[in-house]
């Protein structure tokens, strides 16, 4: 919990730097390669919005019209991108401006609460993998009956 909190005050410190001083573009490049480096080091996963606003690249914090542009793209007719380029660098990122698309993240089968336990079986069509036989029941029924000696002698005769 303490790196967590260490990661969102370096994220802070460098929104920080650069609203004082926008040509302190160092010093927030900084305080992002270390959140960076810490995150990497004790393997934690950081919110996609976070990753979202630093350049992949150079580890700059992408603030639009400070450290990088952004445009709205068309690729074809259905679909609208937004095009985060960095001034840095000129590392460009690409999103998505679909209204329904989610990230996997925000998406309920995501949460940890909605995973199916070890010991449960998944059903399609029912809530939360519950199925109305148990798993025994299941097992029992898909395997056929265990060869005896009365049905190893019938096979041979």
């Known amino acids: 919990m303490e790196a967590f909190h260490r990661l969102n005050y370096l994220y802070q410190a460098a929104h ?5 001083n926008p040509d302190n573009v160092e010093l927030a490049r900084f305080y992002c390669h270390t959140e960076r480096t810490i995150s990497r080091r004790l393997v934690l996963r950081q919110d996609p919005s976070v990753k979202r606003t630093v350049c992949k690249k150079c580890c700059s914090l992408l603030i639009p019209g400070v450290t990088a542009t952004v445009r709205q793209r068309k690729c074809n007719r259905r679909q609208r991108l937004t095009v985060v380029r960095c001034l ?9 401006n679909d209204p329904e698309y989610q990230l996997w993240v925000e998406r309920p089968e995501a949460l940890l609460q909605n995973q199916p336990k070890p010991g449960e079986t998944l059903c399609p069509g029912t809530a939360r993998g519950s199925c109305p036989k148990q798993s025994s029941e299941l097992n029992s029924e ?6 005896g000696p009365s049905t190893a002698t019938q096979a041979l005769s």
Do not use: E, I
Not at 16 to 20: G, I, S
Not at 88 to 96: A, I, L, P
Not at 142 to 147: E, L
């Open 88 to 96: 840095s660098c000129g590392q460009t990122k690409r999103f998505r």
């Open 16 to 20: 920080c730097v650069l609203a004082q």
């Open 142 to 147: 898909a395997r056929p009956p265990a060869p």
